[in-house]
């Protein structure tokens, strides 16, 4: 499985970005995909996940009513709306995919494939 992120950039404050994950290869067994974020000087934290084929989503508490995860309908794409941008949300963001269904969807040991990342900036 192959992860591409895009659509990272810089925002102000009260902004909004769009996230792209493009995924290709045998992608029919992964269970969840989700997305992670790390900024300068801290671990990577998990933001929003959600599995593939009941579309049930997860949502870190510093992101919820603000970011949105989806996928398109071939479930090859997976997206991360982010609006109400604040700085603190400045980091790179990595999209990953999960094999396994299993419950800690923020844990960075839960996923098996990871993309190469994209830089948010909100300033």
């Known amino acids: 499985v192959q992860l591409v992120e895009s659509g990272g950039g810089e925002a102000q404050p009260g902004g909004s970005l769009r996230l792209s994950c493009a995924a290709s290869?045998?992608?029919?067994?992964?269970?969840?995909m989700g997305w992670f974020r790390q900024a300068p000087g801290k671990e990577r934290e998990g933001v929003a996940a959600?599995?593939?084929?009941?579309?049930?989503?997860f949502y870190a508490d510093s992101v919820k009513g603000r970011f949105t995860i989806s996928q398109d309908n071939a479930k090859t794409t997976l997206y991360l709306q982010m609006n109400s941008l604040k700085p603190e949300d400045t980091a790179v963001y990595y999209c990953?995919?999960?094999?396994?269904?299993?419950?800690?969807?923020?844990?960075?040991?839960?996923?098996?494939?990871w993309g190469q990342g994209t830089q948010v900036t909100v300033s």
């Open positions: 959600i599995r593939r084929y009941s579309g049930t989503t």
């Open positions: 290869g045998y992608t029919y067994n992964t269970c969840s």
């Open positions: 990953a995919a999960s094999i396994p269904c299993l419950p800690n969807w923020n844990e960075t040991r839960t996923y098996n494939y």
